[in-house]
């Protein structure tokens, strides 16, 4: 793993779930006040890579988001609370349900770089795992590439992140979705007669492969009912 800007001293150490590193943070804590630390916006920003991410044009990145996410068995994944403390705008982050966190890039916050709270004690080191997904579909029917279209921007990311380790990332070739329940869930690609219906496993989730032919016919995909989350595989 390789490290970035070493003489910065933030307490979180951030990986990446495809095996590219990603920036490792000192564990030496400053508090700001009692057991509250104080980072600049702009410097989690960097540390976090969203500021290189935000230089790819937004066209090759808008159909994916970038998540820190804490191991399930941390405490600090139940009760860790970001808060960027902006004159305009202030802004409280926590993590959701599964302990996964987007953290919010804004152009109008790095220009106002105010400082980032985080409710951590002296001393404690927090650990996440950086994680690239697909945006979730905005309605029940969608284009095929509109749908898929995260599988290549993911891929374009990774390697470009890898450089000449890009040979040895792991490559995305589908989109899981995962439904609360499996009663009844499908995806339907096309109509007539060349329509295709995958439908839900047992574990609530039904895998799209991208498919080239199937891109360039780019047919209608309808969806039974809106996935409680999107993933990708390989």
């Excluded at 000192?26 to 700001?32: F, K």
């Excluded at 804490?70 to 926590?94: E, G, M, N, Q, Y």
């Excluded at 380790?165 to 995962?178: H, I, Y």
Aim: glycine fraction near 4%.
């Amino acid at each position: 793993m390789r490290r970035l800007h070493p003489s910065r001293k933030l307490p979180i150490t951030v990986r990446t779930r495809t095996g590219i590193a990603g920036a490792v943070f000192a564990a030496c804590l400053t508090a700001g006040a009692a057991d509250r630390v104080w980072h600049p916006y702009r410097d989690v920003c960097e540390n976090l890579g969203l500021i290189k991410l935000h230089e790819v044009p937004e066209a090759q990145r808008d159909h994916v988001r970038i998540l820190y996410k804490l191991p399930a068995d941390d405490p600090v994944s139940r009760t860790l609370v970001f808060t960027i403390d902006s004159r305009k705008h202030p802004l409280t982050v926590t993590p959701d349900a599964s302990g996964a966190i987007e953290f919010p890039y804004d152009e109008q916050l790095l220009a106002e770089n105010p400082d980032v709270l985080v409710n951590l004690p002296a001393g404690k080191k927090v650990s996440f795992e950086a994680d690239i997904r697909p945006r979730a579909p905005a309605s029940l029917e969608i284009s095929y590439t509109d749908l898929m279209k995260g599988v290549a921007q993911a891929n374009a990311l990774i390697r470009k992140q890898a450089g000449m380790l890009s040979l040895f990332v792991p490559t995305m070739r589908s989109m899981v979705l995962q439904f609360d329940h499996a009663d009844g869930q499908a995806v339907t690609i096309g109509s007539g007669a060349s329509q295709r219906q995958i439908r839900v496993d047992d574990k609530a989730q039904i895998v799209i492969p991208y498919d080239a032919v199937m891109a360039e016919a780019n047919p209608r995909v309808r969806l039974s009912a809106m996935p409680r989350s999107v993933d990708f595989a390989q």
